[in-house]
């Protein structure tokens, strides 16, 4: 499940050429504070999705509620344990 929301999440990334061509800059649209800077698109694309896994993991942490994607949900519930 993880690394469908991952791929889902990834395709609905978007680049944009920095002035002066000076890098490429990366982010998906609906995920706040989600964004990447590199030299290039790959390397873009590359840190986008190491961020975008930092961002899954931190944001489930802190129990944020994180975007549904093509009817996939990472949140998850305290299941008690008796």
């Known amino acids: 499940m993880l690394a469908e ?6 395709q609905r990334a978007s680049y944009k050429l920095l002035d002066d061509r000076e890098g490429v800059f990366g982010e998906i649209i609906g995920f706040q504070g989600l964004w990447a800077i590199a030299p290039t698109l790959e390397a873009c694309q590359a840190e986008l999705e190491e961020a975008l896994e930092e961002w899954i993991i931190l944001g489930l ?4 509620s994180l975007p549904e994607i093509e009817g996939v949900t990472l949140d998850f519930t305290k299941v008690e344990v008796a």
């Open 61 to 64: 942490k802190l129990g944020h």
């Open 5 to 10: 929301y991952i791929k889902s999440a990834m």
